[in-house]
């Protein structure tokens, strides 16, 4: 899954650069009251369902899928996978102190969003990482089946929408949609397992 010629500096690097860039791709989600698929998805309903932080909610709700990930892909990525999400959710918290948006047209943010969390999510895979939850069962899937880990995060995205159409009118969630378009576009044209892997 990831490139053994990768050294622990390589992957650091790629793991920050993926839980940063990925919290910033939240910010410009949540700025617009949009909201996602995958855990992140999820996470976002919760908090804006109950005002919780986005943050400790997409911590905790990732806890369950570590088991996972541990049993069936390695502690090795359990661990990167764990450091990505505190990245992640510690971006969330700290940047909205110092990023806001005076303008940002929701097509523009959509597809911002789409772009930069995408290219952060390839990142994290390139250096053996995820952001947890459905990314683990995705690349798990991909490893085993050869399902691109794009259409596997796509198809719950489906079901995570749905249930978005229950607190958000239907063109935010429209606006949204096109966001994790471009996201899962940019994974699963640019993410195939032999590109991480030496043969």
Same mark, same amino acid.
């Given at each position: 899954m990831t490139n053994p010629s990768h050294t622990p500096l390589d992957d650091a690097q790629g793991i920050a650069y993926g839980g940063i860039v990925a919290g910033f791709g939240l910010l410009i989600l949540?700025?617009?009251? $949009?909201?996602?698929?995958?855990? #992140?998805?999820? &996470?976002? /309903?919760?908090?804006?369902? @109950? *005002?919780?932080?986005?943050? =400790?909610?997409?911590?905790?709700?990732?806890?369950?899928?570590?088991?996972?990930?541990?049993?069936?892909?390695?502690?090795?990525?359990v661990w990167k996978s764990l450091a990505a999400v505190t990245l992640l959710s510690l971006t969330t918290a700290v940047l909205p102190h110092y990023v806001h $948006?005076?303008?940002?047209?929701? #097509?523009?943010? &959509?597809? /911002?969003?789409?772009?930069? @969390? *995408?290219?952060?999510?390839? =990142?994290?895979?390139?250096?053996?990482?995820?952001?947890?939850?459905?990314?683990?069962?995705?690349?798990?899937?991909?490893d085993k089946t050869g399902l691109r880990a794009g259409?596997?995060?796509?198809?719950?995205?489906?079901?995570?929408?749905?249930?978005?159409?229950?607190?958000?009118?239907?063109e935010t969630v429209a606006w949204s949609f096109l966001g994790a378009v471009v996201m899962n576009m940019v994974i699963g044209i640019n993410h195939r397992r032999d590109r991480y892997v030496a043969t």
């Open positions: 949540t700025s617009l009251g $949009f909201v996602t698929g995958q855990t #992140a998805g999820m &996470a976002v /309903l919760i908090s804006y369902a @109950t *005002g919780w932080s986005f943050g =400790a909610v997409f911590f905790l709700i990732n806890i369950p899928f570590y088991w996972l990930g541990w049993k069936r892909i390695g502690p090795a990525f $948006f005076d303008l940002l047209h929701p #097509a523009a943010g &959509a597809i /911002l969003f789409g772009l930069i @969390t *995408g290219s952060a999510l390839l =990142a994290l895979f390139r250096h053996g990482s995820s952001l947890g939850g459905i990314g683990i069962v995705a690349l798990y899937l991909q259409w596997t995060q796509m198809g719950f995205d489906v079901a995570v929408f749905a249930l978005a159409l229950t607190l958000r009118d239907l």
